[in-house]
């Protein structure tokens, strides 16, 4: 899959074409035949020097038409026009595909349009979705006050059992929807049991991963057939630019997608495309720096006098650990984790005003600056009251994303603004 360059064919999907030419080993410039890890696909995956100049990046190609040479031979050489497919944007996508094992990607302008095309390509009026009662709260209010008004059904479910998504299913079901671990209470799916129950249904699963990236949890390995991905989290991971992604395990569903994406428009700009082929090259590091840190903050949390409850799935602790130690790839549970304090909402949302730098108190996470969210007004606010309530998000509920800052700076600040309240 390194040996590939993005090829896009009339019909807008990816495919990769193999550039090892016969009889050229021990050449510089061509790659070997052992098969490659992860951390040189994530870096290498669908970029190639320039054949013409040989630049090492791919170029930011930014042009929204592309000359013909005649009529006969439109798209002769793959692209048209930038809605459709950009070259730039096209060799992200099939990055994506190649890191998530996917057979094809569709790159978007957020995490939010990614999501809302994947229900688009999978769902009609009277169709039924079952989602996980826990999600991000815009895919929550997308559900309800977008798709539901256009006559599609949604039962929002527990996703913590398996069983209670096979008792949802009905005649209707085109599409069960996981979010693992979800945001922001970090509950874990058991994706096999739930692709399996899709399977026998003859309905989609898609899952929404942001908050695993692959060095942690490939969904696709787990049955699903589409991961989302909000790019604007750990893949681009530097509070640059917002970006998403559906990634499709099969031709079918991959055409859908794109399909969907040129209908809407919403096809993700080559400047970003560019700026996420460089900051995905090191997510990997990102996230085991991330991982370990975000491990130390829990320990120091759940020891400390005025901390009520501390949620990381790396914790001995953690409800779902056999979950996390079964999915999580190489011992990585990621960079988020949540946690209360004695005098519930008042005193959580003054630790949250008081809390120094290098913490930032705003939205977003996966990011080399670390993060604290007040779920309740930020990101979840769009929630029913009721609905964030049984789920657990309190309005003094503190989410925590750790940055690539020194962990000692990063619990020392946490150990400071403890004290004030
Ligand atoms: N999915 C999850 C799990 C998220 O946390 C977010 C945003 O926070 C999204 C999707 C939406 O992504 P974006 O903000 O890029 O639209």
Redesign the pocket.
Not at 135 to 139: E, P, R, V
Not at 230 to 233: A, C, G, I, V
């Given at each position: 899959m390194l040996r590939a360059l993005n090829r896009v064919s009339a019909t807008g999907a990816s495919h990769v074409r193999s550039l090892a030419p016969a009889g050229a080993r021990f050449k510089a410039g061509t790659w070997g035949d052992a098969p490659l890890r992860d951390d040189t696909t994530l870096v290498h995956a669908a970029v190639n020097p320039d054949q013409e100049t040989g630049a090492i990046l791919t170029p930011l190609y930014l042009s929204t038409t592309f000359v013909q040479e005649s009529v006969g031979k439109y798209l002769a050489k793959g692209y048209s026009y930038s809605r459709t497919n950009n070259p730039t944007t096209s060799t992200l996508e099939a990055k994506l595909a190649a890191v998530e094992h996917g057979f094809g990607a569709s790159a978007f302008g957020?995490?939010?349009?990614?999501?809302t095309s994947a229900v688009f390509a999978t769902m009609k009026a009277g169709d039924h979705c079952i989602i996980t009662d826990c999600?991000?709260?815009?895919?929550n209010r997308s559900c309800r006050e977008f798709f539901t008004p256009l006559g599609m059904e949604f039962s929002f479910v527990d996703f913590t059992d398996p069983e209670n998504v096979r008792k949802a299913i009905k005649s209707n079901t085109k599409l069960i929807f996981s979010?693992t671990p979800?945001?922001p209470v970090l509950t874990l799916t058991d994706l096999d049991a739930i692709s399996k129950i899709a399977k026998e249904s003859g309905c989609y699963h898609v899952c929404?991963a942001?908050?695993a990236p692959p060095v942690m949890l490939r969904p696709l390995d787990h049955g699903c057939d589409m991961v989302?991905q909000?790019?604007?989290?750990f893949y681009e991971g530097h509070n640059m630019m917002?970006?998403?992604a559906v990634i499709s395990k099969t031709q079918e569903l991959h055409d859908k997608v794109k399909w969907v994406q040129n209908v809407n428009g919403n096809i993700m700009n080559p400047f970003c495309a560019f700026i996420i082929l460089q900051t995905s090259k090191t997510m990997a590091l990102r996230v085991r720096q991330q991982s370990k840190s975000a491990m130390a903050v829990a320990r120091f949390l759940e020891a400390h006098p005025k901390v009520t409850k501390v949620m990381y799935p790396g914790l001995e602790s953690f409800p779902q650990k056999e979950l996390a130690d079964r999915y999580h790839r190489d011992g990585l549970h990621g960079g988020m984790l949540w946690f209360d304090i004695v005098g519930g909402s008042d005193a959580g949302t003054k630790l949250m005003d008081n809390i120094q730098r290098p913490w930032s108190l705003c939205?977003?996470?996966g990011s080399t600056e670390s993060i604290i969210t007040a779920c309740a007004v930020m990101?979840h606010a769009n929630m029913l009251k009721e609905d964030r309530m049984k789920v657990g998000i309190g309005d003094g509920f503190i989410r925590v994303s750790c940055g690539i800052e020194d962990t000692e700076d990063l619990i020392s600040t946490l150990a400071a603004a403890l004290e004030t309240c």
């Open positions: 957020t995490g939010m349009a990614a999501t999600s991000y709260g815009g895919t979010e979800a945001n929404d942001t908050f989302i909000s790019l604007t989290k917002t970006g998403g939205e977003n996470l990101t």
